[in-house]
């Protein structure tokens, strides 16, 4: 009898977390066997739980140590690089195969049964958008798969993808599974993706339906299929990879958009815009949603709000928020002072970062200059290295002062995997190398121009001259792009991933991360000085992840990327 790989028996796998969805309904911890479990409609149904939960719930700060975006308070975490061994996404394997077996086995053993003993049809119903979610999950962990680790082969330099395991397979079964090519490995993707559209029949869940209803906000829908797709597309034609066309991914993005804003773009109000937390913001495609916690306000709140002040943004990421009417800070037209640094910029500044002085985060007054409270000395002994904390995310109504009465100590806390400005901008991506700024293929109702422009107008840049002088030269307005997917994408992870597939260059890739030192003056006034703070390394071979080396040297086929072997 073959040794299936049955990673996460009931008994053993189904973790309890405090989440408000309903794939976090867990199968009882009662002895049961395998089989018995496909036997139970409400366990069946529980099965995919596990797979959800393995889908990312919190922005991933620590990857934006790894750029020169951010700095850890404690150290220097992304200097040195990283091997084979260490690198920052090797864990991501384990998590996405590990998925990929769970989801294989719900498909040989979960559909079996009825769904609904008393409602034939309502039970072919759910349990024909269980089956979409299934496909959804498994391609979006194939997707996680060929983001994190695509590259050349180290044997002869072909551009490999993944192993795709589309069933359930026995242990030496998996080991003698090849990479497959990052095209093939692409077109298996969108095969899951496709048949995901074909049974899940609900664009967002809203309502009180029990096939569609709002209680199951947090599943595959087909927003999350679209996302999915769009972002894939986008990497698959990106200079890293040269899979696909521009203008497929163009296409494809815009399809999306069509579908997910009903036939136009949609720019909502600044204020929705800015709260994260909010477990109805429209822009989220896909979120995932816990119950009340201060997690991220306990390490990354600044010391004077009794926080640990671990994320540092650097100084090159504050640059890159332009001034209020859009120009960048160093552009001659720019209304930037230096004197005042953070006065009459892009209001993402003041919603994403700490910085010196007044902030209406609480009514709160930030000292990051020498002797000041957010300083180094001040409440704690090691403080921000750069002269800023982290604020996207966090939230205004926790309250950590001991003993305050001002406020809660906990809030709900919303994280969103695809949001609209990310599908907006994939489209601006692709649309602009396909097309040029204002162009398109003629049937499409908006431009990489017009995108932009909304995205902006959201983030409250309402007289946007830039974008006018922007447009004239595809260079500026590719830039212009890359800069508006960093600050949108700020503390999520994701500007590591698009650096390398961007191949910028490596003397870009190697710029020293930058922070402030601020000095308060007799008259109350403040001088500003910027400073490096951390010089990390970049090799060529960082462009693409290693596969970590444990899972190389147990399998009998898997080939290394060049230059990790």
């Not at 919303?414 to 991506?429: N, Q, V």
Request: charged share 25%; aromatic share 14%.
């Amino acid at each position: 009898m073959k040794k299936y790989i049955i990673l996460f028996l009931v008994i053993t796998s189904i973790i309890s977390y405090s989440c408000s969805n309903e794939f976090d309904q867990i199968i009882p911890a009662e002895d049961r066997s395998f089989e018995d479990v496909f036997l139970d409609i409400d366990r069946t149904r529980s099965f995919l739980g596990p797979a959800y939960r393995g889908v990312r719930g919190a922005p991933w700060i620590g990857l934006d140590y790894y750029t020169t975006n951010a700095v850890n308070v404690d150290g220097d975490q992304g200097v040195p690089g990283y091997t084979a061994e260490s690198s920052p996404v090797g864990g991501e394997w384990n998590t996405a195969l590990t998925n990929i077996f769970k989801i294989n086995e719900y498909f040989k053993y979960g559909f079996n049964i009825k769904y609904d003993a008393l409602n034939e049809e309502l039970g072919e119903e759910l349990k024909g958008r269980l089956k979409g979610e299934a496909y959804g999950l498994r391609g979006y962990y194939k997707w996680l798969l060929l983001k994190n680790f695509a590259g050349p082969s180290a044997a002869d330099g072909t551009m490999l993808g993944i192993p795709i395991i589309d069933e359930l397979l026995s242990i030496e079964e998996v080991n003698n599974i090849p990479r497959s090519t990052y095209l093939e490995s692409y077109n298996s993707i969108k095969k899951d993706l496709d048949s995901a559209y074909k049974y899940v029949d609900v664009l967002r869940y809203q309502g009180n339906g029990d096939i569609d209803g709002i209680n199951l906000t947090g599943r595959v829908s087909r927003e999350v299929i679209w996302a999915i797709r769009a972002r894939l597309d986008l990497f698959a034609a990106s200079s890293a990879y040269q899979q696909i066309s521009w203008e497929q991914a163009a296409q494809t993005a815009y399809n999306a958009i069509i579908q997910v804003d009903g036939g136009g773009l949609k720019g909502n109000g600044l204020e929705e815009f800015g709260n994260f937390n909010d477990t109805k913001n429209i822009d989220h495609l896909w979120r995932r949603t816990f119950a009340r916690n201060a997690n991220l306000e306990k390490a990354h709140f600044p010391p004077s709000m009794f926080g640990r002040g671990e994320a540092n943004p650097s100084q090159n990421l504050v640059n890159a928020f332009p001034d209020s009417n859009g120009y960048p800070i160093n552009h001659p037209n720019s209304i930037y002072n230096g004197i005042s640094p953070y006065e009459n910029r892009d209001g993402r500044l003041e919603r994403f970062i700490f910085y010196n002085g007044e902030n209406d985060f609480r009514d709160t007054n930030i000292e990051v200059f020498e002797g000041g409270k957010d300083a180094n000395g001040g409440f704690r002994k090691r403080a921000t290295r750069t002269g800023y904390y982290m604020k996207k995310y966090l939230s205004s109504n926790i309250d950590l002062t001991p003993q305050s009465t001002s406020g809660s100590n906990v809030d709900f806390k919303t994280y969103a995997i695809f949001d609209r400005a990310g599908l907006y901008l994939d489209f601006a991506e692709a649309a602009v190398e396909a097309y040029g700024v204002n162009g398109s293929d003629g049937s499409m109702a908006f431009t990489a121009k017009d995108v932009i422009g909304t995205i902006r107008l959201r983030a409250g840049i309402t007289n946007d001259l830039y974008l006018d002088i922007a447009d004239d030269f595809q260079n500026t307005f590719r830039d212009l792009i890359r800069n508006e997917r960093r600050i949108e994408f700020a503390f999520e992870g994701e500007y590591f991933y698009d650096v390398r597939r961007w191949k910028l260059p490596l003397e870009e890739l190697n710029t020293s991360t930058m922070g402030v030192n601020v000095i308060k003056q007799e008259n109350g006034s403040f001088t500003y000085e910027e400073k490096e703070v951390e010089s990390k390394v970049f090799l060529e071979r960082m462009y693409y992840n290693p596969l970590p080396r444990h899972e190389v040297l147990t399998s009998n086929v898997l080939i290394q990327n060049a230059g990790w072997e």
